[in-house]
């Protein structure tokens, strides 16, 4: 048998090796972006890199976080004052986060992620939000328990996931909504706090891509069970007595279990309705005053009117913002395309009329009766 060593070597020679390679040796690694107007036509382009503490060695190194920022015309001509600050290539391959301050975020979220589009090696993997006030101030947050800012952003974002607070998406998932014309997204809003500490403080209503409203804790976890995409835990406190002395005696607190949400679009003579209903069956985590199977029909009719009155509410502020977080236009281009033609694509939510209905049925008490 012949020899195959000549035939190999012949064969490296064609080969054309890593041409592309990105050594991480030479890389700065982003971890998250904030965006914000700086004035004068300019924009304030922030980053956060992790620094890993030289006092510290070994798997159980601590990594903290530095910030740089940079004023310029687009995205791309910030990062470029950036690189010349650092010894290094900016990398945001494992971005996590792009933050949009308030201004920033009501003048369109849109044309500042092109540059990420476009980009082959940015991260489609990362989480979107609007920040109240300037999106680079959050940043600058010194948490005690985690000194890695992008890691604790992270987490409240994961937990506030969860707690169906926000809804699980990223830039990749979102890019088909963004351009739809009959549906708007909803962000994470996050605010620092006094303490000077990220908290996620409900939902960034959006309306064609621009920042238009805001929705608090209760109101945001609520417009996520009507849209049908619930975390692992959806949670409420209620009132639910008036007479008890003893005030925590007249509240209750409850973890939905399993729900059912039904969505339906009639059209007639060119106006458009909604009919929607949720059913929650729901845990009872907390009732101070304590006997429930003795009070659980009262109990579940008070809920059901309450939570109902909630979600009329939470509609009406969708409506004032003209945010389409349901996507009734997407159903009208595909069941109903001649009445989506006369309509007014930019008002067209603020018509809709909705019936709604919420009906809470509580299946158990927990293991105290």
Not at 21 to 29: C, F, G, P, T, Y
Not at 316 to 344: V, Y
Request: aromatic share 6%; net charge positive.
């Amino acid at each position: 048998m012949k020899s195959k060593k000549p035939i190999i070597l012949l064969l490296c020679l064609l080969l054309t090796g890593c041409w592309d390679q990105h050594l991480m040796k030479n890389a700065v690694l982003v971890q998250i972006l904030s965006y914000d107007l700086a004035g004068n036509d300019e924009m304030l382009l922030g980053v956060s890199i992790p620094i890993i503490d030289e006092s510290s060695a070994g798997p159980q190194a601590k990594v903290k976080s530095e910030t740089l920022s940079a004023k310029g015309h687009t995205p791309r001509d910030c990062r470029l004052k950036i690189d010349r600050e650092v010894s290094g290539i900016l990398d945001s391959s494992k971005n996590k986060l792009i933050m949009f301050g308030e201004r920033m975020a009501a003048e369109g979220i849109y044309p500042p992620l092109d540059v990420v589009w476009r980009d082959a090696r940015n991260s489609l993997g990362a989480t979107l939000a609007v920040v109240d006030g300037k999106a680079v101030n959050l940043l600058e947050i010194n948490p005690k328990h985690e000194p890695n800012v992008s890691e604790y952003i992270q987490d409240a974002l994961t937990s506030a996931e969860e707690n169906s607070v926000i809804p699980n998406q990223t830039i990749q998932t979102l890019a088909s909504e963004m351009l739809d014309p009959g549906e708007d997204i909803v962000l994470p809003y996050l605010k620092m706090n006094n303490k000077k500490s990220a908290v996620v403080v409900g939902l960034a209503l959006m309306n064609e891509k621009k920042y238009s409203g805001k929705l608090s804790p209760q109101d945001s976890c609520l417009l996520i069970l009507l849209n049908n995409k619930k975390g692992k835990y959806a949670r409420f406190t209620k009132r639910v007595n008036k007479e008890e002395k003893q005030k925590l005696k007249n509240y209750i607190s409850f973890n939905v279990n399993n729900m059912k949400r039904k969505l339906k679009v009639h059209v007639n003579n060119g106006e458009v309705s909604v009919q929607l209903k949720l059913h929650l069956k729901v845990n009872v985590d907390e009732y101070p005053k304590g006997d429930v199977p003795k009070d659980i029909e009262r109990l579940n009719k008070v809920l059901t009117k309450d939570l109902t009155e909630d979600a009329k509410k939470v509609i009406s502020k969708l409506q004032q913002s003209n945010c389409d977080a349901f996507g009734i236009g997407r159903r009208l281009i595909a069941f109903h395309p001649k009445t989506w033609e006369m309509l007014d694509k930019k008002e067209y939510f603020k018509n809709v009329k909705f019936t709604t209905n919420v009906k809470v049925e509580i299946i158990k008490q927990g293991i105290v009766l």
